[in-house]
C-alpha cells in the first residue's frame, strides 16, 4: 500500500488531499495516481509513503482552466538519450530553468549498445523480454538528474523507435524477427514504458497496444497534440535489409510516391484532422518524435537522397497533414520535433519541396539530451 498526500507548499505541511494506493507488482509496483478537485494554473508538492519510507518531494503543476487567457507558457522539450553516450546535464537545467511542463519526444531509453567514448554502460544486452526492459528503465531511472527534472513540473511523453528497437515501424521490426515473435517484444516493450512513465490509467496497454496519442490545453493559449509516429506507420519503403530505414536515392524508389504511405495510420490522420478543426487556442503545438521539413542528402552526384525512417519516407502523410493545417485555418501551428541529433529552425511550406510555396508552420527540432550526432 502507498500513500500520496498533496500539499500547497514545498514543506508539504499545508496537504489539502490525501489517498492510498495499491501498488501491484503486475505493474512493477508503480503507481499512476490522477488527481482531481486542485485548482487550476497553480504549482502542488507531492511525495509518496510506503509504510516508513518516503520518496522525495517532487512538484507538479495544474494547468490553467480551457478558456481563460494567459499571457505565457513555459515548457522544455527534449529528446534521445543514450545512457552511455554521455551524462544527462542537461536534466539539471531543466530542472533549474523550472519550466511549466516536460515534452518528452522519444528516446528515453536505448535498447541497443553503439557509439563511441562510452562514459558508462548498460551493462546489460539488447531488451527483449518485460524483465530486461524494466532493468533498462530502472538504470536510466537512477540517474539524479533525470529525476530532478520528472521531479520539478508534470511531463507529456511520446515515444520514438528506440524505447522497442531501432527503426521499428507498426508490427515490422529493424532485425527480420518472426511478427508473432516482435509482437511480444512489443508488448513487453509498452508495458514497462507505461509502468515507468507519468502515464493516465487511459493509456494502461493492451498486449502490444498503447494509446498514447491525446491533446492537451494550456487555457486558451496552447492546445497541445500529442503524436504516435511509431504504434501505426507503414513500414519503409525500399529497404535495404530485412527492415528499418535506409538512405536511399529518390529517384530509384517509386513506391515513395505511394499515397497509402503514412506515419500516423488512418484513425490518427482522422483524429489530428478532427481535433485541428476544433481547437481555438492561440497556439497549436504539434508535438513528435522527428524533423518534418525536407533534408536533402544530395549525393557526390548532386542526386537527391532521403532517409525512410523521417517524414522524408512518407511525402503523402507529410502533404496530407500540411493541407489539414492549411484547410482547417489553424492557429499559430508550431511543430517540435527531435530524434535527429542537430538542432534544426524550419518553415514548413504547403509543397514541402517548394520554397515559394506559402508557410504553413513553423517548425524547431532539440538536439539530443547525450545521443552522439552526425
Not at 529525476?147 to 523507435?161: E, F, G, M, S
Not at 484513425?267 to 485541428?276: F, G, I, M, P, V
Amino acid at each position: 500500500t502507498c500513500a500520496l498526500p498533496i500539499s500547497r507548499d514545498e514543506t508539504m505541511r499545508d496537504v489539502i488531499a490525501s489517498g492510498t494506493h495499491i501498488a501491484d507488482a503486475q505493474w512493477a509496483h508503480s503507481v499512476h495516481v490522477e488527481v482531481t478537485g486542485l485548482a487550476p494554473a497553480r504549482w502542488y508538492w507531492y511525495r509518496f509513503r510506503v509504510g516508513d519510507a518516503f520518496s522525495a518531494i517532487g512538484r507538479t503543476r495544474t494547468a490553467p482552466a480551457p478558456q481563460t487567457l494567459v499571457d505565457r507558457v513555459h515548457f522544455a522539450f527534449a529528446s534521445c538519450q543514450q545512457y552511455e553516450q554521455g551524462w544527462f546535464s542537461a536534466h539539471a537545467h531543466i530542472a533549474n530553468d523550472a519550466p511549466d511542463f516536460v515534452a518528452f519526444l522519444g528516446d528515453y531509453i536505448y535498447e541497443s549498445s553503439w557509439g563511441r567514448a562510452h562514459v558508462r554502460k548498460h551493462n546489460a544486452g539488447e531488451p527483449y523480454t518485460l524483465a530486461d526492459y524494466r532493468q533498462r528503465y530502472a538504470l536510466y531511472k537512477s540517474d539524479p538528474d533525470l529525476q530532478r527534472a520528472h521531479a520539478a513540473c508534470p511531463w507529456v511523453l511520446t515515444w520514438d523507435d528506440h524505447e522497442v528497437d531501432n527503426d521499428y515501424a507498426n508490427d515490422r521490426p529493424e532485425d527480420g524477427m518472426p511478427r508473432d515473435a516482435f509482437l511480444l517484444r512489443r508488448a513487453a516493450a509498452y508495458k514497462a514504458f507505461y509502468e515507468h512513465q507519468p502515464l493516465p490509467a487511459r493509456m494502461r496497454p493492451i498486449g502490444a497496444d498503447l494509446p498514447l496519442h491525446t491533446q492537451w490545453q494550456w487555457g486558451a493559449l496552447l492546445q497541445l497534440h500529442l503524436l504516435d509516429g511509431r504504434q501505426y506507420r507503414s513500414a519503409q519503403v525500399c529497404p535495404t535489409r530485412a527492415g528499418g530505414s535506409a538512405i536511399i536515392d529518390v529517384e530509384s524508389c517509386a513506391a515513395l510516391n505511394d499515397p497509402s504511405l503514412t506515419m500516423l495510420g488512418q484513425a490518427q490522420e482522422q483524429w489530428l484532422h478532427h481535433s485541428l478543426g476544433q481547437t481555438k487556442a492561440h497556439w497549436n503545438v504539434l508535438a513528435q518524435a522527428t524533423l518534418m521539413a525536407p533534408l536533402d542528402r544530395c549525393n557526390r552526384q548532386g542526386a537527391a537522397r532521403i532517409w525512410t525512417d523521417g517524414w522524408d519516407g512518407y511525402p503523402a502523410a507529410r502533404q496530407r497533414l500540411l493541407q489539414t493545417l492549411a484547410t482547417q485555418r489553424v492557429r499559430n501551428p508550431v511543430v517540435i520535433g527531435g530524434d535527429v541529433h542537430l538542432f534544426w529552425v524550419a518553415d514548413l511550406h504547403a509543397q514541402p519541396d517548394q520554397a515559394q510555396s506559402p508557410v504553413i508552420a513553423s517548425e524547431f527540432v532539440c538536439t539530443s539530451i547525450t545521443s552522439q550526432g552526425p
